[in-house]
């Protein structure tokens, strides 16, 4: 039973309930700051330790806010994880910091970490809502990551370009050229590139759900059986 | 809702999107010919290649959405939506350069809205905005007009060459020059009649070239008219208000001052845009008194975009400016029913 509940937590937090593909929340960040594989993963980081810290905190006291003030408190807890988060990166990997800039204090304002702290630790034991708030996190990053990868090589034509700013100088290699020569499509590192594949990954996992569930739909209803008379009125015209 | 049916005999209109889109194809000739005896056979190129895969982008997304390909591969839309991007495009720009830009017209600003009729968004003009933001380095290059760099338009094998990648660049530089609205922008300290003497580039009152190509737009434009495929108060409002504009700013003589009038109409895209941009069907407002008011807007945009902005062009963006706008005029516009207050309330 109570694993159970992990699975569905893990389940929701990644797919099915998607903070950034089918929640939409925190679209400021995301689409911001998901030009390049390295930025996306520096504010993903971020955001996961947040909202693992601050759905903690929630959730443990929970019980002893008053329930009219609990949006100020929840903030507080926020912003000051935040804070945190935001002094470690600037004493452990400065540049990626700097490149951040305004939008990693800005994880406070972010609606999905006051969205959890609200819908979900306010009500759940900590154990879980620390698991919660880890895997909304995760689902947040790993969206950041795949936008930020798929504007980096359609716009730049390159991955993992300037990961020495997260992972030391050695990182600096890491850069791939999978196009080698490439025309800068700057479309997709600009404004609206960002709004473009967002929504054709949103699209994507709509169409990944919609297959599966007609997968399913297939597999638990057996075929209909000879000699049916049901006739069908819709399909396709022309 | 029940639809009243008046009863027989109907008389079937001829007009149809087919018929519609065939008369545009036909009256973008003239303007086709001068670009290509002006400029070379590098819009031609641009057109036999946009066309196939503009048809071939739209046959595959039609199939994908379960929808009948060959009805609406026969409407000649996405020929014209091709025909009008290959026509905006530099001469012989790279192919992939084309590629890009009819499936970003093709795929995204038409299909991805829902098809033909639905798309909010002019779907050649998104094409060439997304080509113009990201590549602005090859949307600029422009063919020198008439031979005025090297003595001689491109043919139909060197435009082929240039649209493959195949030309030195030492040969390419050759053949583009800047055009007449850029020079007017760089050099604002000198005056108009300077400018005219110093450029090849400037014709008799618009551009070399493209006076040409602007008077074949014009005609093909009026035909359109006199076919009535569109009303005259989009074309009308844009003309009206750029000269407008023009006539308010210039003073005779400074490039600071923008172009003449004469100039500002008889050079870019003026009269692609009025005629055969501005007077889409389906992105322009649905009223008569919408489309002068929006056809005015884009006018003034055109001129405030050409005089400030920094885009060598700005039909384009005026035209999706105004495409956003659309819905907005079409509301602002209705007329007053009799016994309602203004907007629909009661009085």
């Given at each position: 039973m109570n694993d159970d509940r992990y699975a569905q937590v893990l389940r929701d937090g990644l797919w099915r309930n998607n903070g950034a593909?089918?929640?939409?929340?925190?679209?400021?960040?995301?689409?911001?700051?998901?030009g390049s594989v390295v930025n996306a993963l520096g504010m993903g980081l971020a955001t996961i330790v947040v909202l693992a810290t601050t759905s903690t905190l929630v959730a443990s006291v929970r019980n002893t806010v008053p329930n009219a003030i609990r949006l100020p408190v929840f903030?507080?807890?926020?912003?000051?994880?935040?804070?945190?988060v935001e002094l470690l990166m600037q004493a452990l990997a400065y540049g990626m910091y700097e490149v951040l800039g305004i939008f990693l204090p800005l994880i406070t304002t972010n609606c999905l970490v006051l969205g959890r702290a609200e819908a979900f630790a306010s009500r759940n034991p900590v154990a879980i809502s620390a698991f919660e708030g880890m895997m909304m996190g995760s689902g947040f990053a790993a969206t950041l990551i795949v936008l930020g990868a798929l504007r980096e090589l359609f716009g730049n034509g390159t991955l993992f370009a300037g990961m020495d700013l997260l992972f030391g100088p050695a990182a600096a290699a890491w850069e791939v050229r999978p196009f080698g020569e490439y025309k800068h499509f700057l479309l997709a590192v600009l404004p609206p590139g960002a709004f473009i594949f967002t929504g054709l990954l949103i699209a994507a996992k709509n169409g990944i759900d919609a297959r599966l569930q007609e997968r399913r739909a297939r597999a638990a209803a057996p075929a209909a059986p000879p000699g049916s008379k049901r006739v069908r009125v819709t399909g396709h015209i022309g | 809702?029940?639809?009243?049916?008046?009863?027989?005999?109907?008389?079937?209109?001829?007009?149809?999107?087919?018929?519609?889109?065939?008369?545009?194809?036909?009256?973008?000739?003239?303007g086709l010919i001068a670009l290509t005896v002006c400029f070379g056979w590098g819009t031609l190129v641009n057109l036999l290649w946009a066309v196939p895969l503009a048809l071939g982008c739209e046959a595959a997304i039609?199939?994908?959405?379960d929808l009948p390909v060959r009805r609406a591969l026969g409407d000649c839309s996405a020929l014209v939506t091709a025909l009008l991007l290959a026509i905006a495009l530099p001469p012989a720009a790279p192919w992939w350069l084309v590629a890009i830009g009819t499936l970003a017209a093709i795929g995204f600003a038409k299909h991805l809205y829902g098809g033909l009729g639905q798309n909010p968004f002019n779907p050649a003009m998104i094409g060439y905005v997304v080509l113009l933001i990201s590549f602005p380095l090859e949307m600029t290059r422009w063919i020198a007009p008439l031979g005025a760099a090297s003595g001689a338009v491109p043919g139909p094998l060197e435009a082929l060459r240039g649209a493959l990648g195949l030309l030195e660049p030492a040969r390419l530089d050759a053949l583009t020059m800047a055009t007449p609205l850029d020079l007017l922008r760089q050099n604002q300290t000198l005056l108009v009649a300077e400018l005219w003497r110093g450029n090849p580039q400037f014709g008799r009152f618009g551009g070399t070239g493209w006076e040409?190509?602007?008077?074949?737009?014009?005609?093909?434009?009026?035909y359109l008219l006199w076919r009535r495929v569109f009303t005259w108060h989009a074309p009308a409002g844009m003309l009206g208000a750029l000269v407008l504009m023009a006539t308010l700013f210039y003073d005779g003589g400074s490039a600071a001052s923008g172009g003449s009038p004469l100039f500002h109409l008889f050079t870019g895209?003026?009269?692609?845009?009025?005629?055969?941009?501005?007077?889409?069907?389906?992105?322009?407002?649905?009223?008569?008194?919408?489309?002068?008011?929006?056809?005015?807007?884009?006018?003034?945009?055109?001129?405030?975009?050409?005089?400030?902005?920094n885009y060598p062009d700005a039909v384009a963006f005026s035209v999706l400016l105004m495409n956003f706008a659309a819905p907005l005029i079409d509301h602002l516009v209705q007329p007053r029913v009799y016994g309602h207050g203004s907007g629909g309330r009661a009085p």
């Open positions: 593909l089918v929640q939409l929340l925190g679209l400021c960040p995301l689409l911001a700051v998901s903030v507080l807890i926020i912003a000051s994880s935040v804070t945190v | 809702m029940t639809l009243p049916r008046p009863s027989s005999p109907h008389l079937h209109g001829p007009a149809s999107t087919a018929r519609t889109m065939r008369d545009v194809v036909l009256a973008s000739a003239p039609l199939h994908a959405r040409w190509v602007n008077a074949g737009f014009l005609a093909g434009g009026l895209a003026t009269m692609l845009g009025a005629f055969f941009i501005v007077t889409d069907p389906v992105t322009a407002p649905a009223s008569t008194r919408g489309r002068l008011l929006a056809g005015a807007l884009v006018g003034v945009l055109v001129y405030l975009i050409r005089r400030w902005g």
